[in-house]
């Protein structure tokens, strides 16, 4: 099992800036990937950037140039740096982490979301 605790998230305004942690627990030892997923009222979960094991990382469109994902695999920690905020940025952001399994499926883990708002 593994474990994701979330912070860092909160109020600011279009243009600023914010940083979410996610420090992992657990089995860690299993992980893949880990990334950051966000759901706004009324729409889907969607991915905003994930990072492997390997330093590999993929991002949203609409984040490409503001969002920075970053991974320490020492604290077990990964971090989303936001800048240039738009009030569209606003939703729950998740941590996700995956691992497979001993047959090759792979499970996802998931954080209890932090709230990002950004006001116009």
């Known amino acids: 099992q593994v474990q994701l605790v979330e912070s860092g998230g909160g109020l600011v305004q279009a243009g600023g800036s914010l940083r979410l942690s996610c420090a992992a627990s657990?089995?860690?030892?299993?992980?893949?990937?880990m990334g950051w997923y966000r759901q706004a009222p009324g729409k889907q979960r969607e991915l905003v950037a994930a990072?492997?094991?390997?330093?590999?990382?993929n991002y949203a469109d609409s984040v490409k140039g503001r969002f920075t994902i970053s991974r320490d695999n020492a604290k077990n920690t990964v971090y989303l740096q936001m800048n240039s905020l738009k009030p569209e940025d606003t939703a729950v952001y998740y941590c996700?982490?995956?691992?497979?399994?001993?047959?090759?499926?792979?499970?996802?883990?998931w954080g209890q979301g932090t709230q990002v708002t950004v006001s116009s």
């Open positions: 996700n982490a995956d691992r497979f399994s001993v047959v090759g499926l792979k499970i996802d883990y």
């Open positions: 990072i492997t094991s390997g330093g590999s990382t």
């Open positions: 657990g089995s860690i030892f299993s992980i893949n990937a």
